[in-house]
Nanobody, 127 residues
């Protein structure tokens, strides 16, 4: 079992920045690929970004490419999502999710691929 806790959300003006953290406890975090998803009010949860277990590969949704950066520090059991140039349409609850590295990571943008989820952190971007 891996327990995930997101933090770092809040209220920010358009054009501002936030850094989300996903802290893991339980099993060895370096054995897990991690993704960030978000869900805006009235919308389905969508993929944002993902990173492989060692940090060697990263993936982004087109809507955040060039603005968001995913990274990880396995020594701290934490994955980060640096969000710059925020827009009102980035307003959502952001979730991190983890999947064991032994099972491949080709469908990194698919929610069903992930075994563990955090409780989410709210990000609100005002115009």
């Amino acid at each position: 079992q891996v327990q995930l806790v997101e933090s770092g959300g809040g209220l920010v003006q358009a054009g501002g920045s936030l850094r989300l953290s996903c802290a893991a406890s339980g099993r060895t975090f370096s054995n897990y690929n991690v993704g960030w998803f978000r869900q805006a009010p009235g919308k389905e949860r969508e993929f944002v970004a993902a990173i492989t277990w060692g940090g060697g590969s990263t993936y982004y949704a087109d809507s955040v490419k060039g603005r968001f950066t995913i990274s990880r520090d396995n020594a701290k059991n934490t994955v980060y999502l640096q969000m710059n140039s925020l827009k009102p349409e980035d307003t959502a609850v952001y979730y991190c999710a983890a999947k064991g590295r032994l099972y491949g990571f080709t469908r990194y943008n698919t929610q069903a691929e992930y075994n563990y989820w955090g409780q989410g952190t709210q990000v609100t971007v005002s115009s």
